[in-house]
């Protein structure tokens, strides 16, 4: 008896060991396909993020591209001294701080101007109206204003014009149109 009983406990303890290294066996295999699992989930999104990431600078250098070609053409209208286009351009633009100076500029060419009219009239001329009246600000209004204060502006201030020809004296190379016109001033 003593014999069976220890035989059964044996038995047992057997039957118990093999229970617990084929929970603990279970417990490692369990462990690596939950470590498979996430390390391939990691790399899913890790992928996900590149490709995200790749995306936002792709987008990013479009619009910069995009930027510079614009900021191109309105360089390119002001070297051609294109200034219907060049407002144009500025006003397909989201720079404000640029539509800002150039509503500024405007301005200051609409005070000058009137200024300049004022003390070219004599005593019997009445006082030109309308100079300082607002238009509808649509942008087609704005660039036809833009240019009609600017060829108003330049008829008033420049009614002696010089016609600025390539200087003899500068050698290895001509003067550009935008730069001749700049001398005129």
């Not at 992928?47 to 591209?65: C, D, H």
């Not at 036809?144 to 190379?173: C, F, N, W």
Request: hydrophobic share 35%.
């Amino acid at each position: 008896m003593e014999k069976e009983m220890k035989k059964k406990k044996a038995e047992k303890d057997e039957a118990r060991r093999r229970l617990h290294l084929a929970f603990t066996r279970n417990i490692l295999i369990y462990r690596e396909e939950f470590m498979r699992f996430h390390k391939g989930k990691r790399a899913e999104c890790a992928k996900a993020a590149r490709a995200v990431k790749q995306w936002i600078e792709s987008v990013e250098l479009r619009r910069e591209k995009k930027d510079i070609r614009a900021e191109s053409r309105r360089i390119q209208a002001l070297k051609e001294n294109n200034m219907e286009a060049y407002i144009a351009l500025v006003q397909e633009t989201k720079n404000t701080r640029l539509k800002y100076l150039l509503a500024q500029t405007d301005e200051y060419i609409a005070t000058i101007r009137n200024m300049i009219r004022d003390q070219r009239q004599d005593a019997s001329a009445t006082v030109l109206a309308g100079m300082g009246e607002e238009t509808s600000s649509s942008p087609q209004s704005d660039d036809h204003k833009a240019s009609q204060l600017s060829r108003q502006y330049y008829h008033d201030t420049h009614r002696h014009s010089e016609v600025v020809i390539q200087p003899r004296m500068l050698q290895g190379g001509d003067l550009k149109e935008y730069q001749l016109a700049g001398l005129e001033w």
